[in-house]
């Protein structure tokens, strides 16, 4: 197992003796690699199905593959090219996608990295919010069957699968067991809170709870997530 520092952007020169026993770094962003011996990964800000993810692409992959990127992930949705974000949750912009649509466009997207990228690729598991910008993205199903279609693996963010289940009034462990966790290759650690009766991944210090959740997960995963 191999602990990630998924805010690398933040990183520099006089801070880097700040966090030790980290193992990866995980980028954002394009920037100065300086680290060397760390094993490096980039997630993107730019979801799937988000407008413009192709253009994005191109204008990162000189710096996934000049730096030997070992994996790229981005979030799996929203359910429409366009959104808003005013808060902490998306509002559709342009019209919600159909399943198909959607499976359609997921497919070409990730095919397109393939032809120009040689590391492994994963989607991120969103946090359900009740807009019609996560309609499907969050499901358990739709999820398992993306991640299995096209052959990639599972960024399994456990405070957006606890926010989801919460949100969608399923049980926490239910809906955790439903995911594809075989192909669970990285997984972001945080705390969720409820906040104005909202459920939502405030990046909060984990604590027991996620803790304990973590501990269920474990022994599911690959072992050298």
């Known amino acids: 197992m191999k602990l990630v520092l998924p805010v690398s952007y933040l990183i520099n020169d006089d801070n880097v003796s700040s966090v030790p026993g980290i193992d990866a770094l995980e980028y954002k962003m394009p920037q100065t690699v300086k680290w060397a011996g760390k094993t490096l990964f980039f997630h993107a800000a730019h979801g799937i199905i988000h407008d413009g993810f192709t253009e994005f692409f191109d204008s990162v992959a000189d710096f996934l593959i ?8 981005c979030d799996l949705g929203p359910a429409a090219e366009i959104v808003e974000n005013p808060d902490f949750y998306y509002r559709p912009g342009s019209k919600i996608l159909s399943v198909q649509e959607m499976e359609d466009k997921i497919s ?3 095919s397109y990295v393939r032809n120009n990228y040689s590391g492994e690729i994963a989607l991120e598991n969103l ?3 009740k807009s019609p910008a996560y309609e499907h993205v969050c499901e358990p199903d739709f999820i398992t069957k993306i991640v299995r279609q096209n052959d ?7 405070a957006h699968a606890l926010v989801s289940a919460f949100n969608m009034n399923i049980r926490a462990s239910d809906y955790i067991s439903s995911l594809p966790l075989d192909r669970v290759i990285e997984m972001h650690i945080s705390g969720p809170a409820i906040i104005n009766g909202i459920c939502r991944d405030s990046h909060d210090k984990p604590g027991d709870f996620i803790f304990e959740t973590l501990d269920s ?3 599911r995963v690959r072992p050298d997530v």
């Open 108 to 110: 070409d997207r990730i």
């Open 217 to 219: 997960i474990l022994p």
């Open 152 to 158: 990639i693996y599972l960024l399994l963010d456990v």
């Open 66 to 73: 000049h730096n030997r990127i070992e994996l790229f992930s």
């Open 127 to 129: 946090n359900f919010f």
